[in-house]
């Protein structure tokens, strides 16, 4: 009797889901979607893109270090006044 209950809720509660949840969906066969981004033109402008937007950000840094240095090292120049002053 038990076994009867189980495969007639089993059976209501597959009658009562909704079709879609049953459908799987396969994406076709064609390389139409994602076709530009596998293109090679479109990876060397990319990677073209990135190398630039390295250097520049690279270079920014560079020149944020040199100012720094440069405080620095004026910084240093003063003290160095100062000790010698004292002497």
């Known amino acids: ?3 009867l209950r189980t ?3 089993a ?3 597959a009658l009562r ?4 949840m049953f459908v799987r969906n396969y994406s076709p066969d ?3 979607e994602g076709a530009t981004a596998s293109s090679t033109s479109f990876k060397e402008r990319e990677q073209a893109s990135e190398s630039k937007y390295i250097k520049e950000h690279e270079a ?11 405080h ?3 910084e240093v120049d ?3 006044k100062i000790v010698d002053g004292q002497k």
Do not use: G, Y
Request: glycine content about 0%; overall charge positive; cysteine-free.
């Open 60 to 70: 920014q840094k560079l020149k944020a270090a040199k100012e720094k240095l440069a």
């Open 7 to 9: 495969t007639s809720t």
């Open 11 to 13: 059976r209501l509660i």
């Open 72 to 74: 620095a090292q004026a």
């Open 1 to 3: 009797m038990s076994v």
């Open 17 to 20: 889901a909704p079709a879609p």
């Open 30 to 32: 064609t390389r139409a």
């Open 78 to 80: 003063k003290q160095q």
